[in-house]
């Protein structure tokens, strides 16, 4: 994964998310240990201070915890803790977005339901 160094999402916010993000494909467990701010920083070409603000954002949402001396390590509740955050913040923003999109549009509800029945329907087909 590459970051985006000239967006305007701050790059402490695109690591925390990469980390996520590997967390919910299973590339890291409970307990397991985590990339340091230094391997993250090699890693991504950036300010080891940077990718530290990345790890701390995730251990302040008790989805990374430290063990002194050691690291970072992934909690047992992380994907849990993920799931719920990326649902009741970024799902719910999006679905507000849209539903703001379709009423300018005049597209009814029972007409959006159908097109998220019929999208759900074509993402399973692949």
Do not use: C
């Amino acid at each position: 994964m590459a970051l985006n160094l000239d967006g305007t999402k701050p790059i402490y916010l695109q690591i925390s998310e990469w980390l996520e993000n590997e967390i919910l494909n299973g590339n890291f467990e409970s307990d397991q240990k985590i990339y340091s701010q230094y391997q993250l920083a090699d890693l991504f070409n950036i300010n080891p201070a940077t990718a530290a603000k990345g790890l701390n954002l995730l251990a302040d949402e008790q989805i990374l915890y430290k063990k002194r001396g050691l690291g970072m390590f992934v909690t047992h509740d992380a994907k849990a803790i993920i799931v719920n955050k990326r649902k009741n913040q970024t799902l719910k923003r999006l679905v507000q977005e849209i539903v703001q999109e379709a009423e300018r549009l005049n597209v009814s509800k029972q007409e959006l339901i159908e097109m998220i029945k019929t999208a759900n329907m074509e993402e399973e087909r692949q």
